[in-house]
């Protein structure tokens, strides 16, 4: 199963609308896009990769007010961490992102350390 495919695993049960990197040009809330950031390279000693890779994964959620959106981030949060699928632990706390559009959305950002088998 691939990075994509995980997080889609574990993040759609709580958003139904789930996405990598970007979502479709005309978005109905609530809606999750994550996207990989990078992450660090595991190699042993003998410089032989270690079975398992690292990602940071941002997941930016969409939400039409203040308090679903934060309540929708916590659930997760609670996923991402909660999940045998891979391990993950939170990078950083939700942060909040300004949309400049009047009738726009409530936009949180979290970033989570992930560590997923690559086959």
């Not at 003998?46 to 929708?72: G, L, P």
């Not at 400049?100 to 086959?119: K, M, R, S």
Request: hydrophobic residues 45%.
């Amino acid at each position: 199963m691939t990075l994509e495919e995980k997080m889609y695993a574990v993040v759609s049960p709580v958003v139904h609308q789930c996405f990598p990197v970007k979502g479709p040009f005309a978005i109905h809330a609530p809606v999750a896009i994550w996207e990989r950031l990078g992450g660090t390279p595991i190699y042993f000693m003998d410089n032989t990769a270690a079975d398992k890779s690292h990602a940071i994964v941002r997941v930016t959620f969409f939400e039409t007010t203040a308090i679903k959106a934060a309540i929708t981030m916590k659930e997760i949060e609670k996923a991402m961490v909660g999940t045998d699928v891979f391990l993950s632990s939170p990078r950083t706390e939700p942060v909040t992102i300004a949309d400049e559009n009047p009738d726009g959305f409530y936009i949180l950002a979290q970033d989570f350390n992930v560590w997923f088998t690559t086959n």
